[in-house]
């Protein structure tokens, strides 16, 4: 790997102590890959990660410059150990041993597009990553970033079905900056605190997918037809409003890198034991009759345990559900048959 410390020994004893320490029923100290990890979300990631005190060794794998990445991130005086890897031929290396495996590589939208419009370029590259996945690291927790999470995670699941190495509970969409998102705008609504505001997304991660569950609001509250109106609207179109600002430049980062790094450090959470995780996310689920939905799901040791109900909805949220599945179930199907193509 591109092996940014000149004290090999020294990078090897300090992935050791974490090691040792893990045993010993310590800092637990995971080993987390980001592949993908040069772009707009991967760097913040990268950093945001390289600050977690769960995480003992973080890879680094992108098909350019990871080299300087690598180099960058490695000089932050936290513990875990930071290795980098370049193009097709380290992916194997990257992989191997890892706990959790983050993907946000692929192509952003730019003004006019939907995540759909995406699919060509980033249904080929999830596949061959999680090829790489299926071989190097069949146990890892994978949490998927690339868009259209709609399609690329009923792509991921197919190819580790064929591989024969599907788990249902270690596969999860990332749908957190909807949540994120959605917390930020009722709590601008309401007067309060972000932090104090908890708010269920459910469904998928695109459009009229997104479905904010705001009769289940924490704390309980109340708003009006219109404010449920404008919420709504504004919470399915987050992505867009970034998108339209940044005029060109891609999609949203900053936020999605805070984003994934809540999420993951949730799962981490999960996989060292600790109790009552509770996170959105697009997973296996019987919770409706697709194979595949966001709702509320607890982690733990080997990863999404329980998969929870969508919980008493009323008829403006049921209405949007019916919405949500029509399309859903579409790119869905759109992702399944891209592998069996
Ligand atoms: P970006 O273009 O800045 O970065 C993508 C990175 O992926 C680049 O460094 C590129 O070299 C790398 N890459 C391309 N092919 C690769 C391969 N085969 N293996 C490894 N790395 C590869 O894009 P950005 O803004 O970081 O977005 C990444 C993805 O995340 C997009 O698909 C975007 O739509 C998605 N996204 C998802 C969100 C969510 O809520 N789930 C929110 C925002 C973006």
């Known amino acids: 790997h591109l092996n940014p410390s000149p004290n090999l020994q020294m990078e090897e004893n300090w992935v050791l102590r974490g090691e040792n320490c893990r045993a010993k029923g310590g800092s637990p100290g995971f080993k987390v890959a980001i592949l ?60 191997v041993g890892m706990d959790l495996i983050i993907i946000p590589a692929g192509v952003p ?39 259209p999470v709609n399609s690329t995670v009923p792509i991921a699941a197919e190819v580790f079905k064929r591989a024969g190495t599907f788990d249902p509970k270690r596969l999860l969409g990332v749908t957190m900056l909807d949540v994120v998102r959605a917390n930020t705008f009722v709590a601008e609504v309401l007067g309060r605190d972000p932090k104090e505001v908890d708010v269920p997304v459910v469904g998928g991660h695109a459009g009229v997918t997104i479905l904010p569950l705001l009769s289940q609001v924490k704390p309980p509250c109340s708003f009006t037809a219109k404010e449920i109106d404008q919420l709504t609207d504004r919470i399915q179109n987050g992505g867009t409003e970034v998108v339209e600002a940044k005029a060109g430049a891609g999609s949203a980062t900053l936020s999605m890198a805070y984003a994934a790094v809540k999420f993951a450090d949730a799962c981490l959470r999960g996989l ?64 399944v048959s891209f592998v069996r193509k």
Do not use: W
């Open 36 to 95: 993908g990890a040069s772009g707009g979300i991967g760097q913040p990631l990268a950093m945001l990660m390289k600050m977690n005190p769960l995480v003992s060794v973080l890879h680094l794998y992108d098909v350019a410059n990871t080299p300087g990445v690598t180099a960058d991130i490695s000089h932050m005086d936290t513990s875990a150990v930071v290795r980098g890897f370049l193009g097709p031929q380290q992916l194997e290396n990257a992989l």
């Open 109 to 147: 939208r730019k003004p006019g597009m939907t995540r759909d419009d995406l699919f060509n370029i980033n249904a080929g590259i999830v596949k061959t990553l999680c090829e790489g996945i299926t071989k190097f690291c069949p146990n890892a927790i994978v949490n998927l970033i690339s868009n």
């Open 272 to 335: 060292r034991g600790d109790s009552g995780i509770v996170e959105c996310a697009f997973v296996a689920s019987q919770v409706t009759e697709l194979p595949f939905f966001a709702s509320k799901v607890r982690l733990g040791r080997t990863g999404a345990e329980e998969v929870f109900s969508l919980g008493p909805l009323n008829e403006y949220e049921r209405a949007g559900l019916e919405k949500a599945k029509k399309e859903l179930a579409a790119s869905i199907e759109k992702g």
